[in-house]
């Protein structure tokens, strides 16, 4: 472990020089649920001053000062509120960075929209707020159970076809993940193929015509629901019971949307959890 008294220098934002005490002293506030997220699961909690309105997990953000919306912050709450650093992602809107930098305060935008992108920005947390080690210490800790899955999803899958998964991100239209998405690496992750790693866009709205053309052999529901089960509600769908995993029943409906769809530290939890989902359909259709 390096020497936490070494004083380490980097640029911030408004041009100024901060040694590692005070990077050790910063406060900050997140304007993402994902960062959020990874702020606390990187033992840096107690550094945040505030949040976004959609930050509502872990439990204790909660209890933080709700500083504007998702990418709409109040400023004069911001601004009273004195963090050294915010943190945001790509999907701030444009001249957020410009406006904070003007007000004195260092931005960092942080897209998490790949596994890689989330090792990034957990490293780039905690050496904004002077604790590099929790930062690797982390990184390697996820590292180690993503191989681990990686690994089982192999051997599992050394002698069958992955199945071809439909992930779908809202109803009315039907909505689903293309392969920029976060939650395209989640599915190659957990076994399966996505069905619409061909389109180009992060989300996009679908037909159901595309649908019974690709005919996907799973369809993950990822998003919360208080109607009827997923398979009657899809069944009625015209032409959806048509569909083979309508027909076979695989359907899933019971996986945290946010694991599956929030591109932070709870990935792996839905990476896993989706992963036994089809190693189960797999097992139960032999």
């Given at each position: 472990?390096?020497?936490?008294?070494?004083?380490?220098?980097?640029?911030?934002?408004?041009?100024?020089?901060?040694?590692?005490?005070?990077?050790?002293?910063?406060?900050?506030?997140?304007?993402?649920?994902?960062?959020?997220?990874?702020?606390?699961?990187?033992?840096?909690?107690?550094?945040?001053?505030?949040?976004?309105?959609?930050?509502?997990?872990?439990?204790?953000?909660?209890?933080?000062?709700?500083?504007?919306?998702?990418?709409?912050?109040?400023?004069?709450?911001?601004?009273?509120?004195?963090?050294?650093?915010?943190?945001?992602?790509?999907?701030?809107?444009?001249?957020?960075?410009?406006?904070?930098?003007?007000?004195?305060?260092?931005?960092?935008?942080?897209?998490?929209?790949?596994?890689?992108?989330?090792?990034?920005a957990a490293r780039v947390i905690?050496?904004?707020?002077?604790?590099?080690?929790?930062?690797?210490?982390?990184?390697?800790?996820?590292?180690?159970?993503?191989?681990?899955?990686?690994?089982?999803?192999?051997?599992?899958?050394a002698a069958r076809e992955r199945?071809?998964?439909?992930?779908?991100?809202?109803?009315?239209?039907?909505?689903?993940?293309?392969?920029?998405?976060?939650?395209?690496?989640?599915?190659?992750?957990?076994?399966?193929?996505?069905?619409?790693?061909?389109?180009?866009?992060?989300?996009?709205?679908?037909?159901?015509?595309?649908?019974?053309?690709?005919?996907?052999?799973?369809?993950?529901?990822?998003?919360?629901?208080?109607?009827?089960?997923?398979?009657?509600?899809?069944?009625?769908?015209?032409?959806w019971d048509r569909l083979r995993?309508?027909?076979?029943?695989?359907?899933?409906?019971?996986?945290?949307?946010?694991?599956?769809?929030?591109?932070?530290?709870?990935?792996?939890?839905?990476?896993?959890?989706?992963?036994?989902?089809?190693?189960?359909?797999?097992?139960?259709?032999?």
């Amino acid at each position: 472990m390096r020497a936490a008294w070494l004083i380490l220098l980097l640029l911030s934002a408004g041009g100024q020089r901060v040694s590692a005490a005070e990077l050790a002293a910063r406060t900050a506030v997140s304007l993402a649920p994902s960062l959020t997220e990874l702020v606390f699961a990187l033992g840096l909690g107690d550094r945040l001053v505030g949040r976004s309105s959609a930050c509502d997990y872990p439990p204790e953000a909660q209890a933080l000062p709700v500083l504007g919306d998702f990418g709409r912050p109040n400023w004069e709450a911001l601004l009273q509120a004195k963090p050294a650093l915010v943190l945001a992602t790509d999907l701030e809107k444009p001249g957020l960075l410009r406006r904070l930098e003007g007000q004195g305060i260092q931005a960092r935008l942080l897209p998490c929209e790949s596994w890689k992108d989330l090792m990034e920005a957990a490293r780039v947390i905690s050496r904004e707020l002077g604790d590099e080690d929790a930062g690797r210490r982390w990184v390697t800790a996820m590292e180690t159970r993503r191989a681990a899955l990686k690994q089982r999803v192999e051997t599992f899958y050394a002698a069958r076809e992955r199945p071809r998964v439909y992930l779908e991100v809202w109803g009315d239209p039907p909505m689903t993940a293309g392969r920029p998405s976060f939650a395209d690496d989640l599915i190659t992750l957990a076994g399966g193929r996505n069905i619409a790693a061909a389109l180009d866009r992060r989300y996009v709205a679908t037909s159901t015509e595309w649908i019974m053309t690709e005919d996907p052999d799973a369809i993950v529901v990822a998003y919360m629901t208080t109607h009827a089960p997923a398979l009657e509600r899809m069944a009625q769908r015209p032409g959806w019971d048509r569909l083979r995993a309508v027909r076979e029943n695989r359907i899933c409906a019971t996986i945290n949307p946010d694991w599956l769809l929030r591109p932070g530290p709870r990935m792996l939890d839905g990476a896993e959890a989706l992963a036994e989902w089809l190693m189960k359909q797999e097992r139960n259709a032999q």
